[in-house]
């Protein structure tokens, strides 16, 4: 076996994940539940950062802790870091810059990979959990600016926004998270109906994403399939099969 130099207290993940502070259930397919991928992930919490600062409060002053939480992912040795957020696309390219691995900060940056991969003539469809707070800063951030999107936000629903967007409980009822989920994914369709694709902002939002699919017969882009995705770029291995014999 090769010698190796250490200085990483756990080795072997190959994604970190800045997390925002929140206590709410994740379920499977929320970045913040481990058994949502099938390679291990190391989590860096960022103390008294909540999904309601992040969204009405994204000051300065809040990207400091974000860059120094991702030194020390780098420096626990994975090899590529995401967030727990979407809307953390504000601080993308402030991220990239403050390490030397690759970061993917928010899903918003699967955006104009989705406007291209489904045409370039339609409008990428945007679910997330606030629309009132995603600004065109926030595509810019992620290099998607001028790229068209249509987004519907749930800010308007009653149970995931009093325990996501307004931190008021920890208890969640996931079946009407569920369905208040769908019903934003069946209205943008219809007020939309030439989108071609979904990019699904919200870390909240992927555990639904099969049903999302179900319903709108679209491809759905979310940041559990970007991980995957920045996992087998980030942490290659060889490929095995067969040949024929020489």
């Not at 990483?8 to 994604?15: E, M, R």
Request: proline share 9%; glycine share 8%.
């Amino acid at each position: 076996m090769p010698i190796f130099n250490g200085g990483q207290n756990i080795c072997g993940a190959s994604i970190g994940v800045l997390c925002l502070e929140s206590y709410f259930p994740k379920p499977p397919g929320h970045i913040k539940n481990p058994s949502s991928l099938p390679f291990p992930v190391l989590y860096e919490m960022i103390g008294g950062i909540t999904v309601p600062t992040l969204l009405n409060n994204p000051t300065p002053d809040l990207l400091e802790p974000f860059i120094k939480g991702a030194q020390r992912l780098e420096a626990e040795g994975v090899r590529a870091i995401t967030g727990s957020c979407g809307f953390l696309a504000l601080f993308q390219k402030e991220l990239a810059a403050a390490v030397s691995i690759p970061v993917f900060a928010s899903s918003l940056i699967q955006v104009p990979l989705a406007y291209h991969m489904t045409g370039a003539n339609a409008p990428v469809g945007v679910l997330t959990a606030d629309a009132s707070a995603l600004t065109p800063r926030h595509f810019d951030g992620v290099g998607a600016a001028g790229i068209p999107v249509a987004v519907k936000g749930l800010e308007d629903t009653s149970e995931f926004a009093e325990v996501i967007l307004r931190n008021t409980r920890t208890r969640m009822d996931t079946d009407l998270i569920e369905a208040e989920v769908l019903d934003a994914a069946r209205t943008l369709k219809r007020d939309t109906p030439e989108i071609r694709s979904l990019v699904l902002e919200c870390t909240d939002l992927p555990p639904y994403a099969a049903r999302i699919q179900e319903e709108l017969r679209l491809p759905v882009f979310d940041l559990t399939t970007l991980a995957q995705m920045a996992h087998s770029v980030a942490a290659r291995t060889p490929y095995a099969g067969l040949m024929p014999w020489g």
